[in-house]
């Protein structure tokens, strides 16, 4: 046994082994091999023309509202609770068919906004809307 002594077999190794080149190609070629078909693989699906023509005009507002009282205003103007329906109903066939937005007083009943509310689900009108006042700080 010497210590210090170098053997020919501890010289440096001058080449550069390939196998983990190869393996890491082949492996990259299997990959390839299966995602290029899916990838060329297309549905034939007729879409849907689009147009350039500009749309409609917004459909007409309904502001509905009850005051304190109970009372019903079509677009701040009074009306009777006897025509509400019929309005509503008439305004339901309307094509488009127009929004409706229902303001209530905050003193007001809410048994009559309730019913303002059921008419105009009765009436078949579609795009109900509250229209309310933000809290302030």
């Known amino acids: 046994m010497a210590f210090g002594t170098q053997d020919d077999t501890d010289e440096v190794m001058n080449e550069i082994n390939m196998t983990p080149l190869v393996d890491v190609m082949l492996v990259l070629l299997i990959v390839f091999i299966i995602t290029v078909p899916v990838m060329k693989h297309s549905v034939n699906i007729d879409l849907p023309r689009a147009t350039s023509t500009p749309q409609d005009a917004k459909p007409e507002t309904i502001r509905l509202s009850v005051d304190a009282q109970g009372s019903y205003y079509w677009n701040e103007q009074p009306i009777a609770e006897g025509e509400l329906l019929p ?44 229209v309310t006042e933000p809290k302030t700080p």
């Open 87 to 130: 309005r509503l109903q008439a305004e339901a066939r309307r094509e488009p068919q127009p929004e409706l937005h229902l303001r209530g007083d905050k003193d007001a009943r809410y048994e009559r906004v309730a019913q303002a509310l059921a008419a105009a689900q009765r009436s078949g009108l579609r795009r109900i809307g509250f």
